[in-house]
Structure formats: C-alpha cells, structure tokens
Nanobody, 121 residues
Framework: QVQLVESGGGLVQAGGSLRLSCAAS????????MAWYRQAPGNQRELVAS???????NYVDSVKGRFTISRDNAKNTVSLQMNNLRPEDTAVYYC???????????????WGQGTQVTVSS
C-alpha cells in the first residue's frame, strides 16, 4: 500500500510565501513524475508543476517565476516552494505521484489528501 502525506499550506497575505511538502511511503520502486495539482472552488483540478525522475520540470504559465518544484528521489519526496503568492493561487493543493512497485511494472497514480492554501489580498 502506498500513501502520500502532505504538509504545509495555510493562510498567507498576498506577496507572501509558503512551502508544500509531500512524502510517498510504501512499496515503491520508482516514481515518475511527481507533481502538484490544485483545485479552486468551481474550477477543474489543474496541474501546477511536475518533475520527472530525471529532473525535467513543467509549470503552468501562471506560476512560472514564482513557484519552484523540487524532489528527492532517494526519499520519495516532492516540495513546492511558492513565492509572491496571489489571491488567485487560493486552492486546495494535491500531491500526485505516478508509482511503479517493481522494475518493468506498470505505473499507478496516487493522490495526497489535499492541503488548503489561502492567499488574502
């Protein structure tokens, strides 16, 4: 059984910073990619940032230059450093991991429980 446990989030004023962290535990051979999604009320869940096991990153345009994703492959963790936060960044943020249990096996998608980020103006 695999679990994703998130930490971080909270309430911050516009222009402030927050850091989200996520740790994957269980029977894991590899994870590719690890990512952060977010969902605001009334909106669809959207990809915020992703990082492959090789270090390639992808960001939604609205966070480029403000958010930075990082991961530790050995510890199966991923973090999202969020700077210069804006009220429109307010959402529930979800950790995502695409996990293989063994070499050559299929990948399975896992989600964290979600953590609220609220940015006040």
């Amino acid at each position: 059984q695999v679990q994703l446990v998130e930490s971080g989030g909270g309430l911050v004023q516009a222009g402030g910073s927050l850091r989200l962290s996520c740790a994957a535990s269980g029977s894991i051979f590899s994870i590719d990619p690890m990512a952060w999604y977010r969902q605001a009320p009334g909106n669809q869940r959207e990809l915020v940032a992703s990082m492959s096991s090789g270090g390639s990153t992808n960001y939604v345009d609205s966070v480029k230059g403000r958010f930075t994703i990082s991961r530790d492959n050995a510890k199966n963790t991923v973090s999202l450093q969020m700077n210069n936060l804006r009220p429109e960044d307010t959402a529930v943020y979800y950790c995502y991991a695409n996990i293989r249990y063994f070499s050559g096996g299929s990948y399975f998608r896992y989600w964290g429980q979600g953590t609220q980020v609220t940015v006040s103006s």
